[in-house]
């Protein structure tokens, strides 16, 4: 019985003197307070090192008369002599490195265009080959709601058009004027159409409609006449372009489709970035 109580103590003295040869704590924004993410804790000239966790803690074995050097990445490094009078519970606080490093671009120089063995092209070809399984028409039912936004104006107005110009010799212009959102420029708005749609297919039979729930007409096309010929005429350019087809209309001119029959060999193609799903 004596010989296991004097087991016990020195088991028990053993694991006291491993927990106490030991210091951990939590590294933490000297600015902010928030703990670091995965700080490093390492003996300087010795090959002993620990990474923290994801709470900014860590632990690491006490050697005393060893410089503790705790770092992270974007923050300045803190070194610490470890001493008799160091604690075991040992937290450190990180300033932020404020340097910023330079940018540095790695450009590749640009061959001659080819299509063989060009991965651009490879892409687009897969692209085209998944036509048929893509293509929203080979479902034999599908509907989705569209909003279509067109806006003719005249741009670039000066102060002296308003004063003595045009406008300036109709005044209820004026108050169509405005400001364009893109660039601070003064607008005349001739037409803002607005029209809201669900639109409606079937396959068999064959049937594709558009539903009008909602219009919006504001502009100078309200008060004159011509209004609704322009209105016309500009929907009438800009036509809905399904890229699904071989040829495509833009500005009433056809054009190959990107992803059509022919575009291997209409277009260029080139990756500029990549993300894999």
């Not at 932020?96 to 940018?103: G, I, K, Q, Y």
């Not at 803002?192 to 594709?208: A, G, L, M, Y």
Request: with cysteine; glycine share 4%.
């Amino acid at each position: 019985m004596n010989r296991f109580r004097i087991f016990s103590m020195l088991l028990l003295l053993v694991l006291a003197i491993s927990v106490k040869a030991q210091i951990s704590g939590v590294v933490i924004d000297a600015q902010s307070g928030d703990t670091i993410l995965y700080p490093s804790a390492s003996y300087k000239d010795h090959q002993v090192a620990v990474s923290g966790n994801a709470y900014g803690e860590y632990t690491i074995a006490r050697h005393n008369g060893w410089k503790l050097v705790f770092s992270a990445v974007g923050y300045k490094s803190k070194t610490i002599v470890v001493n008799a009078n160091t604690p075991s519970k040992l937290d450190v606080k990180l300033s932020p490195d404020t340097r910023m490093l330079s940018e540095f671009v790695v450009k590749k120089k640009r061959n001659r265009y080819s299509r063989k063995d060009n991965p651009a092209v490879e892409l687009m070809r897969r692209v085209i080959a998944a036509k048929k399984r893509t293509n929203l028409q080979n479902h034999d039912y599908y509907q989705y709601t569209k909003y279509q936004k067109l806006t003719t104006a005249l741009n670039d107005i000066s102060g002296a058009d308003i004063d003595s110009g045009f406008i300036g010799k109709h005044k209820w212009m004026l108050d169509q004027v405005e400001m364009c959102p893109y660039n601070n420029k003064l607008i005349l708005p001739l037409i803002v159409d607005e029209t809201v749609s669900q639109h409606i297919f079937r396959k068999n039979p064959r049937t594709e409609k558009d539903i009008i729930q909602g219009e919006n007409s504001q502009g100078i096309s309200q008060l004159i006449q011509t209004g609704d010929i322009i209105t016309v005429a500009t929907k009438d350019v800009f036509t809905d372009v399904d890229i699904y087809d071989d040829q495509v209309r833009l500005l009433q001119y056809p054009f190959t489709s990107p992803i059509g029959k022919d575009a291997i060999a209409f277009y260029r193609y080139y990756i500029q970035d990549t993300v894999y799903v």
